[in-house]
Antibody, heavy 120, light 107 residues
Framework: LQLQESGPGLVKPSETLSLSCSVSGGSISRSSYYWGWIRQPPGKGLEWIANIFYTGSTYYNPSLKSRLTISVDTSKNQFSLNLRSVAAADTAVYYC?????????????WGQGALVIVSS | EIVMTQFPATLSVSPGERATLSCRASQSVNRHLAWYQQKPGQAPRLLIYDASTRATGVPARFSGSGSGTEFTLTISSLQSEDFVVYYCQQYDWPPRYTFGQGTKLEI
């Protein structure tokens, strides 16, 4: 299973950050697999952002929930992230990742990461 | 939110020695604890899940232990490529996943 992030590397403050993750080597409709986003500001630690199941069930980090939308497109075998009203603090490497069913939800597949800089 | 605290932030050891990294959860996560290794410029790599199970392809010198709120990652006989950053993550359900702030292993 391979995951690959794509999207703009530069976003202006107050605009919307949009990223997609293409999945290859397996179906995004794979039973019991969940798809998610994790970010890492430069030189800092990891922060879980959101998860989605192929049926459309979503789970959000409460601290970001008001600005987030995660969606899945099974026909394209990809899932996407929208983060609204971005600020400099949203500058980070954004990783897409996947994990198994509940209680086995450790991230065992990761994309290479996409650096997104928020700046005017 | 379950807060994960890793200590120490930086651990200085010598190649060939043993390293013990700690991770504490602010409330019990049972054994729903994973360890990741992150090399510079790379995505994290899963090392350990369910507190003590090595992921596929992970060398036997990596071992995990603990349950509840206290967890340990031990690396026996350190190799040069092991001197990077390690993160713990709790994965209780429903998802409110949180990571520790990381431990940097340095020579």
């Amino acid at each position: 299973l391979q995951l690959q992030e794509s999207g703009p590397g530069l976003v202006k403050p107050s605009e919307t950050l949009s990223l997609s993750c293409s999945v290859s080597g397996g179906s995004i409709s794979r039973s019991s697999y969940y798809w998610g986003w994790i970010r890492q500001p430069p030189g800092k630690g990891l922060e879980w952002i959101a998860n989605i199941f192929y049926t459309g069930s979503t789970y959000y980090n409460p601290s970001l929930k008001s600005r987030l939308t995660i969606s899945v497109d099974t026909s394209k075998n990809q899932f996407s992230l929208n983060l609204r009203s971005v600020a400099a603090a949203d500058t980070a490497v954004y990783y897409c990742a996947s994990h198994g069913p509940p209680m086995e939800s450790f991230f065992d597949h990761w994309g290479q990461g996409a650096l997104v800089i928020v700046s005017s | 939110e379950i807060v994960m605290t890793q200590f120490p932030a930086t651990l200085s050891v010598s190649p060939g020695e043993r390293a013990t990294l700690s991770c504490r959860a602010s409330q019990s996560v049972n054994r729903h604890l994973a360890w990741y290794q992150q090399k510079p410029g790379q995505a994290p790599r899963l090392l350990i899940y369910d507190a003590s199970t090595r992921a596929t392809g992970v060398p036997a010198r990596f071992s995990g232990s603990g349950s509840g709120t206290e967890f340990t990652l031990t690396i026996s006989s350190l190799q040069s490529e092991d001197f990077v950053v390690y993160y713990c993550q709790q994965y209780d359900w429903p998802p409110r996943y949180t990571f520790g702030q990381g431990t940097k292993l340095e020579i």
